[in-house]
């Protein structure tokens, strides 16, 4: 039955209109079928998540990630493979195996992540935990306690009633001021200085994103940050706070294994190429970012190594049936993204004015484990694009691909399609549609926390991805045209 419905879905390519001339239908097929029949997305994601793991812009891992889609590019046969060197940081950062829990009055173990960039403990570290001072006076009868010590920290915003609650409010008042200085910074100055171990603040939720400290693109590798603070889930938390209302002496142990190397460290994204036949140097792009943030749990899966793996398998499945296209299909896998677009804006920055007219168009997977199911564009791309994933719509009904057309594309953005469109060539996000992914889970309960790993992400869904990219990419590198770009205004004389 399974074979029935695919040969089904293939015969309907015959009836495609070629307004645009695209692809040849037979290649057409033939790429259908090598990514409904032969996909390797899953051993792509797999390998990615479980060998190498979460890949921080500028880390080890982030450099193995460059490297390990350079080879898998190479292995297809795509031409020059290269790294794109687009900037240097001054620290790397690594972060080894990590844990943190408590130990008395029970035991539980702790989710939680450190700022990626920020001071990690010397090995395990064990300490009691004591309540947040609020005052000088409080701050005074602890300072026997201090060293070694854990301050339960409470987030700005976040106040406990007796009964554990949240509450609002918190705000220092004038009286609680000493000259200038906050009366909160003479007292973290003092708790530094009194030698405790470390902070303990609440994620304010069941999740726990990573995100990295100010500055962190201009470290000294000689004055590096020493104060450490870990955030736990609100459970936990929560759980530290209760044995202390209690009168529990509460021990927690801690080992944030937070590795600094003095750099310049190079950073690059990895690019490669299928050839155009007829207009090698005007350029159908498919990409996504290979960084990822590295908080302890993740393994980067959706963030991005569904798009990730999405693009290698699209340039797998290319090259496995010998497309020929008219254009250069170029792969790009970014770094820097979580930062700020960092990679993509520097490589399109490199290009020249006339680089930057013979692209084509620029798709970004960064969706998590969806299907690529909506592209957002101009009226005047709207029929291209049509035609250019109609076969993909017909072979994978339940999962279609709409074209919605509006009068203006905004300029910005989330991800790095934007980098594209800020200087005028058509970038594109891909709409994801589906269940979002496994036991229920959405993307916002994986993004940048630490439950970004294979468990929720669904493998089906990255078949069409990766097959869509494919049929794509082949049929706008056939077209007769490049993608219509947006008309821009002429300044007034």
Not at 69 to 80: D, I, Q, V
Not at 196 to 208: Q, Y
Not at 290 to 312: A, K, L, R
Request: charged share 25%; glycine share 10%; proline share 5%.
């Amino acid at each position: 039955m399974k074979r029935r419905l695919i040969l089904s879905g293939l015969c309907l390519l015959s009836i495609v209109s070629t307004t645009f001339a695209q692809g040849d239908t037979d290649v057409v097929k033939q790429i259908i079928n090598e990514g409904k029949t032969n996909n390797q997305v899953w051993e792509h994601l797999t390998d990615l998540s479980t060998n190498i793991g979460p890949r921080l812009t500028g880390s080890t891992a982030g450099a193995q990630a460059n490297l390990w889609a350079a080879n898998k590019l190479r292995s297809f046969g795509l031409k020059n493979v290269h790294l794109h060197k687009w900037g240097e940081i001054p620290v790397r950062f690594d972060r080894g195996p990590s844990h943190a829990k408590m130990i008395a009055p029970v035991e539980r173990d702790f989710e939680f992540t450190t700022n990626s960039w920020s001071a990690g403990t010397d090995g395990t570290v064990r300490g009691i935990v004591l309540p947040e001072p609020k005052t000088l006076e409080e701050l005074n009868a602890l300072k026997d306690k201090l060293p070694g010590a854990w301050i339960l920290k409470e987030s700005r915003g976040r106040r406990l009633g007796p009964s554990g609650r949240r509450r609002r409010g918190g705000g220092e008042s004038e009286s609680e001021q000493t000259g200038e200085k906050p009366l909160s910074l003479i007292i973290a100055e003092r708790l530094s200085a009194g030698g405790v171990a470390g902070s303990i603040v609440s994620s304010g939720s069941e999740i726990v994103q990573t995100s990295a400290i100010r500055n962190w693109r201009s470290l000294d590798f000689n004055d590096l940050p020493t104060d450490v603070s870990i955030t736990v889930r609100e459970s936990d938390f929560d759980a530290i706070k209760a044995n202390l209302d209690s009168g529990e002496t509460v021990e927690v142990e801690v080992n944030a294994n937070n590795q600094f190397l003095e750099g310049p460290i190079p950073v690059y994204n990895t690019i490669g190429e299928i050839p155009g036949t007829e207009f090698p140097d005007e350029v159908v792009v498919i990409s996504a970012h290979i960084d990822s943030w590295d908080g302890p749990g993740s393994s980067g899966t959706q963030d991005n190594g569904t798009g990730s793996c999405v693009t290698i398998e699209a340039a797998r499945i290319l090259a496995a049936v010998g497309a020929k296209p008219r254009r250069t299909i170029r792969f790009c896998l970014w770094t820097g993204e979580e930062q700020g677009l960092l990679g993509s804006r520097a490589y399109v920055e490199s290009l020249s004015d006339e680089e930057r007219a013979k692209i084509s168009v620029c798709f970004v997977d960064d969706g998590g484990t969806n299907y690529q199911g909506a592209i957002t564009c101009l009226e005047s791309q709207r029929e291209i694009f049509e035609e250019a994933t109609a076969a993909v719509t017909q072979s994978f009904p339940d999962m279609p691909v709409k074209i919605i057309a509006v009068d203006k594309i905004p300029r910005g953005g989330a991800s790095d399609h934007a980098s594209f469109i800020e200087v005028g060539i058509p970038g594109f996000f891909w709409r994801e549609d589906g269940m979002g992914g496994r036991e229920g889970k959405n993307y916002r309960f994986v993004w940048h926390t630490q439950n970004d790993t294979l468990r929720y992400a669904v493998p089906g869904y990255l078949v069409q991805s990766s097959t869509n990219s494919a049929v794509t990419a082949y049929n706008l590198a056939m077209a007769d045209s490049l993608v219509p770009r947006e008309k821009t205004e002429e300044p007034q004389k």
